[in-house]
């Protein structure tokens, strides 16, 4: 499987590392940047086989399999869908997209074309995941009654998360990933949701505070920060103990400790590559069964999710300027 990537930053190196790692399951077959030089060097530091100094030359490469879209979120909707439009599978980075109705747009268009895309929300393909899953569906901690996560990064100086109009902030870029994590355990039959945040200097939100409450009497928080470091906890607590897992946004060790407080089990999760060869191996059995969306991640949580945001940013009063 060919991957071409659409975008030449931080998160594209970090996707290039990993199909470098993969063998044969996947090849770095091309970069493309608005910029050549970026580019060519990009493929020279990497060992990608083409480079492209424009988003629409690799599009129209006929030996690109799969398209990873890692761009900023502002930018999620217009490429996925030139990709599309092009023949292309797609693995777009989350958050997929700015909002809902973007979001449906993308995967009606791919529902159309008959082509994979889905969301690159790594937690959602890790084998923590089913790890996490097993503890509790044997009982673990007796019966589920509330999920509680944290994330938070000093990423308040990047361009991408201080920029309205790259969608930034966040909500789109942290907040995700306890909403991500919250759905996972709890589902998402939500009474209402509350939320907070503080907002920064160029109007977007720097750090947020979500309650969610659901129909059952279950409750998740959630909290994040582009501001200050935190210790990205994720506890899930239950009638007979409770689930810490370290790093909700790459978990590194699960421990489930009883109603004493007592240590049960500990679980260091299996090596990997970053992290992101879960979603790639993904993207490819999909591609070889013919499948247009991946059952880790199908359409309709990622337009869950996009929905639950919406509602947050409306609390937030946040709109961004392509919006308007």
Sequence with gaps: MNVGILGAGRIAAIMAKTINGMGDEAVLYAVSSRDSERAGKFASDWGVKKAYGSYEEMLGDDNVDLVYIAV???HHHRW??????AG??????????ANSSQAKEMIEYAEEKKLLLTEAIWTRYMPSRQIINDMIDKGAIGEVLSVDSNLGYKIDFKERMVKLELAGGCLLDLTVYPLNFSSMILGN???????????????VDGQDNVMI????????????????????????????????????????KITVYDAQYSVKEEITVPEQITGYEYEVLACRRAIEENRIECPEMPHSET???????DLIREQFGIVFPFEK
């Design 80 to 85: 996925t869908l030139e990709a599309l439009k």
């Design 72 to 74: 900023p979120h502002s």
């Design 213 to 252: 409450e659901y129909n059952d009497g279950r409750m998740a928080t959630c909290f994040t920060s582009m501001f200050a470091l935190s210790d990205r906890r994720g506890l899930i607590c239950g009638s007979e103990g409770f689930i810490s897992v370290q790093n909700i946004n790459n978990p590194e």
């Design 189 to 203: 039959d939500i009474k209402k949701i509350n939320a907070s945040m503080i907002l920064t200097e160029t109007g």
């Design 303 to 309: 337009l869950e999710i996009m929905r639950q945001m």
């Design 88 to 97: 292309k599978n797609v693995l777009c980075e989350k958050s997929f997209a």
